[in-house]
């Protein structure tokens, strides 16, 4: 298992655009993988979800990811947080 | 003629023929599934309808691709996702298994509480979502119903008019025909504001029940600014409109071509377009106005107008947000700079015979350090979020940037000392406005990452001219050579010694002043993000061999008057 944490970096918080882009992300994998935000935690399979936890900028979030690929996803993931989310 | 009040929420005029919205409506019947069969079917049906809508807008990014903006692929995508999401999936079939609900209610009940999820969030942004939730839902619906959503035909200049107009609506148009929208609901962040102002087709929401009494083939006027909709106006008011509408067009095309045209002179020179901002409310119109980045942020305006000092904590999330929303361009924050003609009422500025060469600026910074050290804190802390660079403001020679570098140090070694992540190698440079530091520009070079001419009160202080007294002001004029003298010296030696030097003060944005600051070597303006353009016009039509010219004859006349007479026959 492997859990990482991000501060969003996005003024606005993490938008609808973000959101869609960072679960089609995550179904690319095999790996089962969430984002926790508090004790609250969701899926990344679910868009939903997602948008209902109203991720600000600045807010911490740790993402836990389960699975056989899941250092890949790991990579990836990291990609998105620290580099894509800001262009997006 | 109706004059019908909303909120304005993209620019723009226009003049034309009212057309409403059709929507079909889903109603609940209340029929209950009886056997499994029953179920199974209604599990069948409504998996269908997800497939199909799906196999739609797959079907509607492939044939209009082309056509589709990065936006309206965007709103596409996000709207696969929501139909497809296993959360809206496992609701509507446990209604369907465990309540008995068949396809059609399920559904219905299922998107009308994600609706309202979003509607009861706090952020203005993700309530607007809701509209995006409804409208997936519409399109299972409709699929569910085999309803075919036809793109409809409409006459070239229709004004849309509807309650609310989903994504999937506005994408449906063929929009070339539509000269606008006017609607009942939304705001400023819902997407057919985003989507009018993408296709900068004028748009008014928020009109409320008034629109009501409007009828289809009404002739209609749109102020997409003024947020005004005007029903059946006289030609009188027509006339008015249509000449606001050419001037918008004119205005507008002039910004455009502009806007993303690099600031490049003539043989080839990259120029850099900043904008001076005071606060996050100004960072929009950098972007409209194709500036790229920040030159110069005036943090002062956070301390005045307020009861104490902000604490670090407030100016943090203040810097955070607008180096958040630079997107890693450019942003240079200045320490604040008081005193002078700003006063504070929580800090007992004593009343001098002479506050412009008083208790000002950076040596109110140095004498109170605890006013100070929680700015530079503030700032390194915001320094992780964006290309964030300080300045300090009236240094006047070494040993004050020395002090003032020290105390960002120490500010440095607090933060580390609590573990709190900053950029340790954040670009530190000074404002050059005080004679003495021009002078000696050779020997702040070694020590600054960069300069920043303050040609206002480098101005004053040359000339010794009190800039707020009218009986003087006549001999207040940054094209005295003295102070060109000055700012070509303070260049010079910056490029000598390999550091860049740029300009924040009101003669970067003189067109009058362009093209000789150009010839004497600077690369960087910063101006207010409304003179952009016109100073980026001049660049893009000039050549450096020119500029030099021009600077070679300006340092042969020896008054200002002379030295404006010749720029202005240029």
């Known amino acids: 298992m492997i859990v990482n944490n991000y501060t969003i970096m996005a003024a606005q918080g993490l938008h609808a655009r973000p959101a869609a882009a960072l679960v089609k992300l995550a179904k690319t994998y095999k790996s089962a993988i969430s984002l926790k935000k508090g004790d609250q935690e969701v899926r990344l399979n679910s868009l939903l979800n997602l948008l209902s936890l109203a991720l600000k900028g600045g807010e911490v979030i740790s993402i836990v990811i389960e699975g056989e690929d899941e250092e890949e996803a790991a990579a990836a993931i990291d990609r998105f947080f620290n580099e894509e989310l800001k262009g997006l | ?570």
Not at chain 2, 68 to 95: G, W
Not at chain 2, 132 to 137: C, E, F, I, L, V
Request: net charge negative; charged share 25%; glycine share 8%.
């Open chain 2, 1 to 570: 003629m109706k004059e019908i009040k909303g909120i304005g929420v993209s620019p723009g005029i226009s003049i034309g023929k009212a057309r409403w919205l059709n929507k079909m409506k889903g109603v609940a019947t209340g029929v209950l599934l009886q056997n499994e069969e029953g179920i199974l079917e209604a599990t069948i049906l409504f998996e269908t309808a997800i497939r199909l809508s799906v196999e739609e807008i797959e079907a509607l990014l492939e044939e209009r691709n082309a056509s589709l903006s990065e936006e309206e692929m965007a709103i596409l995508e996000i709207q696969v996702e929501l139909i497809t999401d296993p959360q809206l999936n496992d609701d509507v079939l446990a209604l369907i298994r465990v309540d008995k609900k068949n396809a059609n209610d399920a559904l219905l009940e299922v998107i009308a509480s994600l609706v309202k999820l979003f509607e009861s969030m706090e952020d203005e942004y993700m309530r607007a979502r809701s509209a995006d939730m409804k409208d997936a839902g519409d399109r299972i619906w409709k699929n569910l119903h085999k309803h075919q959503t036809s793109l409809q035909n409409y006459e070239p200049g229709t004004i849309i008019i509807a309650q609310e107009l989903a994504p999937s609506d506005t994408i449906g148009m063929d929009l070339r025909y539509i000269a606008g929208f006017a609607t009942q609901a939304g705001s400023s962040t819902a997407h057919t504001a985003i989507i009018a102002r993408a296709k900068g087709m004028p748009a008014v929401v928020g009109c409320g029940i008034a629109l009501n009494d409007v009828k289809d083939g009404a002739l209609l006027i749109l102020d997409g600014k003024a947020g005004e909709v005007y029903c059946n106006p006289d030609n009188e008011i027509i006339e008015i409109f249509r000449e606001k509408q050419a001037r918008f067009i004119r205005l507008n095309e002039e910004q455009k071509q502009l806007k993303n045209v690099p600031a490049i002179t003539t043989d080839g020179t990259k120029i850099t377009l900043l904008a001076n901002i005071g606060g996050v409310d100004d960072l929009e119109a950098i972007n409209d106005n194709g500036g790229e980045g920040v030159g110069l942020f005036r943090t002062e305006l956070l301390f005045m107008e307020r009861a104490s000092f902000p604490s670090e904590d407030e100016q943090f999330e203040l810097y955070k947000q607008v180096a958040l929303r630079s997107k890693g361009r450019p942003l240079i924050i200045r320490t604040m700079d008081l005193g002078g003609d700003k006063d504070l009422p929580y800090f007992d500025l004593p009343v001098e015979q002479n506050p412009f060469l008083g208790y000002r600026a950076i040596r109110i910074c140095l004498d109170r350090p605890d006013v100070f050290l929680a700015q530079l804190k503030a700032i390194l802390r915001a320094s992780v979020f964006g290309d964030v660079r300080i300045m300090f403001p009236m240094i006047s020679g070494a040993q004050e940037l020395r002090a003032a570098k020290s105390a960002l140090e120490d500010a440095k070694r607090l933060l580390a000392g609590s573990g709190i992540p900053f950029n340790a190698q954040i670009k530190t440079g000074i404002m050059i406005e005080v004679p003495s530091a021009a002078i000696t520009a050779d020997i702040l070079a070694k020590e600054a990452d960069f300069f920043s001419i303050g040609t206002n009160d480098l101005c004053q202080y040359t000339l010794a001219v009190d800039r707020m007294n009218s009986k003087i002001s006549y001999l207040y004029d940054p094209f005295d050579p003295a102070v060109l003298r000055l700012i070509g010296f303070v260049l010079d030696q910056a490029a000598k010694h390999g550091i860049p030097a740029g300009m924040c003060g009101e003669l970067a944005g003189d067109p009058l002043a362009t093209k000789l600051l150009l010839g004497m070597g600077l690369r960087d303006f910063s101006m207010s993000a409304a003179t952009i353009p016109a100073i980026k016009k001049i660049i893009i039509s000039a050549s450096l061999e020119e500029a030099k010219r021009v600077y070679e004859t300006v340092k042969q006349m020896d008054n200002s008057e002379t030295i404006k007479a010749y720029l202005k026959g240029l």
